[in-house]
């Protein structure tokens, strides 16, 4: 996506609002991506990530009327995303959440040598591979939702403490202390038990099957790894024009971003083609 100044976003939601379809998916655009990896590390699945990428993008659409240039176009869609999955509970997680305790106790005591092997004929190390991402996505399910989005925010899309700490009703100071406290659980609990990442005994290869047996990984749909990935640099793009555009200025690094996938890019067409499109100019 190119960069565009907070004029040329504010025009396009001008335009929007006003009814023009293609400035709409200008918009939509330009944000789906963002909105789906802030999801997809919030929820902790593909399946859901969809779903809540589509929930807040078509709020994001009724709302755009209200966008009035205050912040730039993609931290007022941030704030609209993080709402909506601080309280979101249609996902996995909210029906069975986790906790570290429970994570490192099936870490040490899983049967892994009792599982025959699952692997349906798919390259184990492509298996390991796609264990090993959504492991680290899933271990994000221990931390209470605030907590989480912190993190988020702070260690992985590298936002600016006065930006993160404003989506979140708290101080730069007090949003820099949580996030702080809780880079250091999640890498003592990588150091003690994860042998990808820290100097624990787990490793994914070994528990490949043992991950298939309990619905972690299908082999017959590895999200992860026939996901396409985003250039870091288009994501820096973004974010880069958003904290300038705020006056802010900082370098960002992601954890491998993804593309919004096509079923969700299908159902958002869906909806910008049907009549319900007037409803932006109600709202």
């Not at 995303?81 to 305790?101: D, Q």
């Not at 040490?108 to 092997?117: H, I, L, R, S």
């Not at 985003?230 to 820096?236: D, E, K, R, Y």
């Amino acid at each position: 996506m190119n960069e565009k100044t907070n004029k040329e976003l504010q025009a396009l939601v001008d335009k929007a609002t006003a009814g023009d379809k293609k400035s709409l998916e200008t918009l939509v655009a330009s944000v789906q991506d963002i909105v789906f990896n802030l999801s997809l590390r919030m929820l902790g699945t593909f399946a859901d990530a969809e779903d809540a990428t589509q929930d807040i993008l078509l709020k994001m659409i009724t709302h755009l009327s209200s966008f009035r240039g205050d912040s730039s176009f993609t931290t007022w869609v941030f704030r609209i995303a993080t709402n909506h999955l601080k309280n979101y509970k249609k996902h996995m997680f909210a029906r069975y959440p986790l906790s570290f305790e429970y994570y490192g106790d099936d870490i040490e005591n899983g049967k892994t040598q009792d599982v025959p092997d699952l692997t349906q004929n798919v390259e184990k190390d492509i298996l390991a591979e796609e264990l090993k991402m959504s492991c680290t996505n899933v271990m994000l399910q221990c931390l209470d939702m605030e907590s989480r989005c912190i993190f988020i925010l702070g260690a992985m899309f590298k936002i600016d403490s006065r930006i993160a700490g404003d989506l979140l009703e708290m101080t730069p100071e007090a949003y820099r202390q949580r996030l702080s406290r809780i880079r250091k659980k999640m890498a003592d609990f990588l150091g003690q038990y994860c042998g990808e990442y820290g100097n624990g005994s787990c490793k994914c290869k070994s528990r490949v099957n043992y991950a298939i047996q309990n619905h972690r990984i299908n082999p017959l749909q590895l999200d992860y790894m026939t996901a396409t990935e985003i250039s870091i640099q288009t994501m820096m793009n973004v974010k880069n024009a958003m904290e300038d555009i705020d006056d802010l200025s900082q370098d960002f690094s992601f954890c491998k971003p993804y593309q919004s996938p096509e079923r969700t890019k299908h159902l958002i067409k869906e909806f910008l083609d049907s009549t319900q499109l007037s409803i932006i100019q109600k709202s």
